[in-house]
């Protein structure tokens, strides 16, 4: 048994009628041949593969009363065929069918029950093309275990067959009576722990400090104006109550056009990707006659992954807080303000240790917690106070190579995420290869035009293509050999 961590834990307290905590991808494969039978590969392959997928294998075990965190344990009665369905998509195939069928596929919760993913092989895409959208809890993994996950299940062009050890013995599964003891018996050490993460945070704390200007925490407490606040964001149509029927949109563009836009203005791929955004929900805002005189305020995930860490399969993430430049007109306006909203916040999570932190989430009551959660949603709190944030916008690196699933290339991962009370929308990139494919999550009564918004965003990479145009044709001009003098005649 492995008990989940305070941060695991959390994504279950979440969960509402109208809340969902699993994340989800969509994997488009190319067809190798006439004779290749999707659904038999896939489940053969996630078969053969079981020994090195934990999160496939293990189901949950509540406490009683929830008076602690619940447990992981190897599932006694594991079904592979529950968890993998068959489905084919509506004709012709196209990104709408596909995106409807997605939708409301995601607008249902998983079976607690049971390991906490499902798969659904879908046939009938266009151009002889098929694909593989895989459900799994967020309890279980986060965007960097998730990614490490595929590359897992999949293989390379060149890389050997990976070495699976064998099954794990199963658990069963322990009485209410059993968890209680074993609640109890934590109890006593509960001080303990407690004891040892203040003694983290402090020790933690002081090595940030140090690490900083002598005279900056004298500084901060001398210029109080200049503390970070908790940022207020501004209303907009999403961010009110949602609904649990979801709407799905995606796209791909050229990771090589954001790499020169990129290097075009000395930012960041994210920066890039914050301020695609921000143009694209400018224009969004001004089509639904939306206010667009204040910045929008996105949650933004960053790993805090060490590679040190004993478990693999649990969440070491945090967020940190920027600013989507809607109120700036031109597109270079707002990449210099992502960047420099980004490096504010990235220097205030450096000043706190966030790893540490995480420590305490073990401390949560799980029942205050998933209390708190039904409340908001009963009293539908989106709709009634400001929000801290207006949308999470996630961008998650994926491999460089291609992928194969027995001989299948997959030719797309569409990043599927998640949405929660008062913030109904959420958009994610992941690139793979040379490009990135864009995956909008939204509820379905607050961004019902969620297509439109995904069009936006297209157009914003291409004025700003247009925007940085002038700088990328100088700096390959000084980039360009010079011409040889032809010789002087004689």
Known sequence: MKQLSGVDASFLYMETATTFGHVSGLAVYER???????????????????????????????????????????????????????????????????????????????????????AYVIEGLANDRWAVLTKLHHATIDGASGAEFMTMLLDTAQGPEPTIPKLPATEPVPTPAEMLFRTA????????????????????????????DENWFGTMLSRPAELPRTPVA??????????????????TSSLDDLKAIKNATGTTINDVVLAICAGALRRYLQKHGAAVDSPLIAAVPVSIRTGDEEEKWTNRVSMIMGELAVNLDTPLERIAAAHE???????????????????FAQFSPPAVFTAASRLATQFRMGDRGQQTINLVVSNVPGPREDLFLSGARMAHYYPVSTIAEGQGLNITVQSYKDIIDFGLVACRDLVPDLWELMD?????????LTATSAIRAATAKKKAPAKKKAPAKK
């Open 32 to 118: 190798p041949n006439a004779s290749f039978r999707p659904y038999e590969a896939f489940r053969d392959r996630v078969q053969s593969r079981l020994g090195i997928l934990e999160p496939m294998r293990r189901r949950l075990v509540m406490v009683p009363l929830e008076l602690d965190h619940p447990y992981w344990i190897e599932d006694p009665d594991f079904d592979l065929d529950f968890h993998i369905r068959h489905i084919a998509v509506p004709s012709p195939g196209g990104d709408r069918e596909v995106a409807d069928l997605v939708a409301r596929i995601i607008g249902r919760p998983l079976d607690r029950d049971r390991p906490l993913w499902e």
């Open 185 to 212: 018996a934590r109890d006593l050490t509960r001080p303990m722990r407690v004891a040892r993460a203040q003694q983290r945070l402090l020790r933690d704390s002081m090595e940030l400090l140090a690490k900083r």
């Open 234 to 251: 501004p209303p907009t149509p999403f961010n009110q109550s949602i609904s649990a029927h979801r709407r799905f949109a995606y796209a």
């Open 341 to 359: 909203s980004m490096a504010t916040a990235k220097d205030n999570f450096d000043a706190v240790p966030a790893d540490a932190l995480q420590d």
């Open 456 to 464: 936006m965003l297209q157009e914003e990479i291409d004025e700003m």
